[in-house]
């Protein structure tokens, strides 16, 4: 999720009946500190890559933010009080994240594997409005804020539940129609009932889409996997490339050659159905063999 939206949720939050000006402040703050990593992106979109949503992320940093956040405002005063509300807004910004198809690394730093539900899209429409609705409505009706607060939750979870619901049905429909060894389902932008999708088997990868209204799967690309291509290789030894594929979750690449230059893409097959160059990592090869360039786009 973006953090406008984490700012709305912990907003949404301190509408649920806490009155002190400082609760907000502490609520706000916390529920936007894990993407502090943001940072990064000033040492390069593929460092930004490899550290954002890690060590932030992780159940050491929800248990040591929150302490200091209390330290900051607690002025020896209200000490726990506040340090618990963060780790609310802590908590529920890092589950928001985790439900999406951008991995977290939850469990660093004891685990760096990045998990994720894949249940709903990194920016959903529904969820920021919303909130941003509940935050207006609880502004100018400050009688039934707690009111409009709770429902405003309820209706969240419900969300997120009917997706999980959705999710898992999806999943099953896939496994009845496709033999595979692993299967992947993740969410599409502004859809329920249709679900992009990776099955995995040995050296092949399949994608498309699986729609329970119409009940289809519908096949994109079929992708063989070519781990020994010398330019491969040679381009996973450069630091943008290391720093993608400890993000991507489905990494592919290709080589594609022209008259001066071979050019290795890789790309995280589990974003693949958005239009255009996107989640795409290129490294460029003289025809001496030697790097010229290597980026990553978002």
């Known amino acids: 999720m973006d953090p406008i939206t984490h700012g709305l949720a912990g907003t949404t939050i301190y509408n649920l009946g806490f009155k002190q000006r400082t609760s907000f402040w502490v609520l706000l703050l916390s529920s936007i500190a ?49 340090s618990f509300l963060a780790f609310i807004g802590y908590s529920v910004h890092l589950f928001m994240d985790l439900t999406n198809q951008y991995g977290t690394r939850i469990l660093s730093p004891l685990d760096w594997y990045q998990y994720s539900l894949d249940l709903i899209f990194i920016f959903d429409p529904y969820i920021t409005l919303g909130l941003l609705l509940s935050v207006i409505l609880c502004k100018f009706n400050k009688k039934r804020a707690i009111t409009i607060a709770l429902v405003t939750v309820f209706l969240l979870v419900a969300y997120t539940g009917s997706r999980n619901y959705l999710h898992d049905r999806t999943k099953e429909f896939l496994k009845e129609r496709m033999d595979a060894n692993t299967y992947m389902v993740s969410p599409l932008p502004n859809d329920f009932l249709r679900w992009w999708f990776i099955a995995k088997s040995g050296n092949e990868m399949k994608t498309g889409f699986a729609d329970l209204f119409t009940q289809r799967i519908c096949m994109q690309e079929t992708y063989l996997i070519n781990d020994k291509d010398p330019f491969i290789k ?30 290795v893409v890789w790309r995280d097959l589990a974003y693949s159905f958005l239009p255009g160059e996107h989640f795409v990592a290129e490294v460029i090869f003289g025809s001496d063999g030697k790097v010229i360039n290597s980026y990553f786009k978002f």
């Not at 002025?75 to 726990?80: D, E």
């Not at 993608?244 to 050019?263: G, H, L, Q, S, W």
Request: aromatic share 20%; net charge positive; proline share 4%.
């Open 234 to 263: 040679l381009s996973e030894d450069t630091k943008v490339i290391k720093n993608y594929i400890y993000f991507a979750r489905y990494p592919y690449a290709e080589v594609k050659m022209d008259a001066k230059n071979i050019t």
């Open 34 to 82: 894990p993407d502090f990593d943001f940072i990064t992106r000033l040492w390069g979109a593929d460092v930004f890559l490899r550290y954002h949503r890690g060590i932030s992320h992780g159940i050491l940093a929800l248990f040591v933010v929150p302490i200091i956040i209390g330290i900051i405002f607690s002025h020896k005063k209200r000490f726990f009080y506040y």
